[in-house]
């Protein structure tokens, strides 16, 4: 496979879209894919909002889990490029499906994170927000009120916070590059984000090794890894 460089200063407005793919190879598993969590575990047990209200316990042991695999897991070259590119470009927004904070781990600020973070809980009767960074294991399991807390992230039948929509919409109009990297394309509405770049004419640039459900939309197609395809896409070490 052959990659064409980019120079990043060629485009004003730069978008990383990225999902699951993207901490695949940090060695955080896919939820569809090959290996993926949902082959092992049915979400109807364990990530969705019926399930939590149903066995709360078990609900937060999965997902106390999975942020101690997180942390076992370190970023890799591919998180560290869009992240120095973004320290000397004046606008490089990462989109990411991911709730790992795998992106902020390994450097990158301008992160918006459409489906919540494994490291933020939610009050499940009041609703308000904390961070959770610490350890992989949870501080807390109950809020002061005495109700429990769940992680701060989309479940199954769960709707998006429409502020964070909204302003992914607002950069992916802006945007003159798009760049995709280990999404399937079927979880909307991210699904519908490189038709949103391509009509707001960005150049849309696909890292899969796999084709996936939204590959017709892309200008450039790379069927390889993150990593080994954003360090040969953008020559930044
Ligand atoms: P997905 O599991 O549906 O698809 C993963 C995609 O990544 C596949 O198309 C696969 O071919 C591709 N891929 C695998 N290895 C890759 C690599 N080395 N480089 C590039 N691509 C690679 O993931 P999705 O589209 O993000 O949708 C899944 C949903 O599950 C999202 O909503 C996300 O919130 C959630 N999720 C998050 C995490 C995480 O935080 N790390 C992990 C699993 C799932």
């Not at 949103?196 to 590959?215: D, W």
Request: proline share 5%; glycine share 8%; with cysteine.
């Amino acid at each position: 496979m052959e990659v064409e460089t980019l120079n990043p200063y060629d485009y004003s407005h730069i978008v990383f879209f990225t999902g699951a793919g993207m901490s695949a190879e940090s060695g955080v598993p896919t939820y569809r894919g090959r290996g993926g969590i949902w082959h092992k575990y049915k979400w109807e047990e364990y990530a969705c909002q019926e399930a939590f209200e149903s066995d709360p316990e078990k609900v937060l042991d999965f997902h106390e889990l999975r942020r101690i695999e997180a942390l076992k897991c370190k970023p890799h070259v591919g998180h560290e490029i869009i992240a120095e590119i973004e320290k000397n470009h004046p606008d490089v927004q990462v989109i990411t499906q991911n709730i790992d904070g795998m992106h902020q781990r390994s450097g990158s600020k301008n992160v918006i994170e459409l489906h919540g973070s494994a490291w933020r809980m939610r009050c499940s009767s009041e609703g308000t927000v904390r961070e959770d960074l610490k350890n992989g294991t949870y501080s807390n399991r109950k809020c002061e009120c005495g109700s429990w807390l769940r992680p701060d992230i989309i479940w199954f039948s769960d709707y998006l916070d429409p502020a964070v929509t909204a302003k992914a919409d607002k950069i992916i109009s802006k945007a003159n590059l798009f760049i995709s990297i280990g999404t399937s394309g079927v979880v909307w509405p991210a699904a519908g984000y490189p038709q949103m770049a391509r009509s707001a004419g960005a150049l849309c640039v696909e890292i899969n090794p796999e084709p996936s459900e939204q590959s017709d939309m892309y200008d450039i197609i790379y069927r390889g890894k993150a990593s080994e395809v954003l360090g040969e896409l953008f020559q930044v070490f």
